[in-house]
């Protein structure tokens, strides 16, 4: 069994975004859709709790994500202690990784898997946590290995970034985590047609929506985002996985207003968005 639990389901700086006024961050501060923290995705082979789980991405809102988490919680049975055995990075984005200074806490290294390139972005964050905890840097391959006895995982390089396959080697069942796409690889569109679940890049629907509300901001491909409408949404349709859910989403994008055309359209596909505290058992 492979559990997974979206912590948070947007893009750098949530939903709403503590400087814009865009149409969702609005709906959002005034509680007509409902606010999302920063993306982050616990994963378990634990049937009922998460007793040794994997965070994929750690960001700036990981306390209050644990809060909200009552799995990802300590027992009671002990001062000091957590669910979480460690954290694979997709990336070196500061929305990615910097939750990871805030588990600095623990009184041993923090494990860590995450590709050479970014590990070498992060060494500030290296020398940071080594006052503390320190980081147990584990590399990452494109076979399989073994996070725990029952759950494997590899990484697919993409330019800028990694997606992760993660097998319950127990069923065989497959789930594909990919937040920060830029561009469709023929590894990922081979781990796409052979997984079960699909969370992929949601971040932005258009190549120039940030323009919309702020001149001059760079387009989503040049942000290393492959746009839903001209780039993910034909492949996700096209694709046999039981369930495919956006996640990673930015505080600008229509899909996360419910009953927009954006959405609707998503809806007809059978792709769904993700939201904080999604649950997701193969």
């Given at each position: 069994?492979?559990?997974?639990?979206?912590?948070?389901?947007?893009?750098?700086?949530?939903?709403?975004?503590?400087?814009?006024?865009?149409?969702?961050?609005?709906?959002?501060?005034?509680?007509?859709?409902?606010?999302?923290?920063?993306?982050?995705?616990?994963i378990s082979a634990d049937s009922e709790e998460f007793q040794n789980c994997w965070l994929i991405n750690a960001s700036p809102d990981l306390?209050?994500?644990?809060?909200?988490?009552?799995?990802?919680?300590?027992?009671?049975?002990?001062?000091?202690?957590?669910?979480?055995?460690?954290?694979?990075?997709?990336?070196?984005?500061?929305?990615?990784?910097?939750?990871?200074?805030?588990?600095?806490?623990?009184?041993?290294?923090?494990?860590?898997?995450?590709?050479?390139?970014?590990?070498?972005?992060?060494?500030?964050?290296?020398?940071?946590?080594?006052?503390?905890?320190?980081?147990?840097?584990?590399?990452?391959?494109?076979?399989?290995?073994?996070?725990?006895?029952?759950?494997?995982?590899r990484a697919i390089e993409l330019a800028h970034s990694v997606a992760f396959q993660f097998l319950d080697q127990a069923s065989g069942r497959?789930?594909?985590?990919?937040?920060?796409?830029?561009?469709?690889?023929?590894?990922?569109?081979?781990?796409?047609?052979?997984?079960?679940?699909?969370?992929?890049?949601?971040?932005?629907?258009?190549?120039?929506?940030?323009?919309?509300?702020?001149?001059?901001?760079?387009?989503?491909?040049?942000?290393?985002?492959?746009?839903?409408?001209?780039?993910?949404?034909?492949?996700?349709?096209?694709?046999?996985?039981?369930?495919?859910?956006?996640?990673?989403?930015?505080?600008?994008?229509?899909?996360?207003?419910?009953?927009?055309?954006?959405?609707?359209?998503?809806?007809?596909?059978?792709?769904?968005?993700?939201?904080?505290?999604?649950?997701?058992?193969?």
């Amino acid at each position: 069994m492979i559990r997974i639990q979206i912590l948070g389901s947007a893009a750098g700086g949530g939903l709403p975004q503590w400087n814009c006024a865009c149409a969702n961050c609005v709906a959002a501060r005034t509680g007509k859709i409902e606010a999302q923290t920063q993306s982050s995705i616990a994963i378990s082979a634990d049937s009922e709790e998460f007793q040794n789980c994997w965070l994929i991405n750690a960001s700036p809102d990981l306390p209050r994500q644990i809060e909200n988490t009552t799995r990802l919680q300590p027992r009671r049975d002990a001062s000091r202690n957590t669910p979480i055995a460690g954290v694979l990075l997709t990336n070196a984005d500061i929305d990615h990784a910097l939750g990871l200074l805030l588990l600095r806490q623990q009184e041993k290294p923090l494990v860590v898997y995450a590709a050479d390139e970014t590990r070498a972005m992060l060494a500030w964050l290296d020398r940071t946590l080594a006052r503390f905890c320190g980081i147990e840097w584990r590399k990452i391959s494109s076979t399989f290995q073994s996070l725990d006895s029952s759950l494997g995982f590899r990484a697919i390089e993409l330019a800028h970034s990694v997606a992760f396959q993660f097998l319950d080697q127990a069923s065989g069942r497959l789930a594909l985590v990919a937040p920060a796409v830029s561009e469709l690889t023929r590894e990922l569109s081979e781990a796409s047609a052979g997984s079960d679940v699909i969370l992929f890049d949601g971040t932005f629907w258009s190549d120039h929506e940030l323009a919309c509300v702020r001149a001059g901001a760079r387009r989503a491909r040049e942000m290393n985002h492959l746009p839903v409408s001209s780039g993910s949404l034909n492949f996700l349709r096209q694709s046999p996985a039981r369930r495919k859910i956006y996640t990673h989403v930015n505080n600008t994008n229509p899909i996360f207003m419910p009953g927009s055309p954006e959405r609707v359209e998503l809806e007809q596909a059978g792709i769904e968005v993700a939201r904080d505290g999604l649950e997701i058992v193969l």
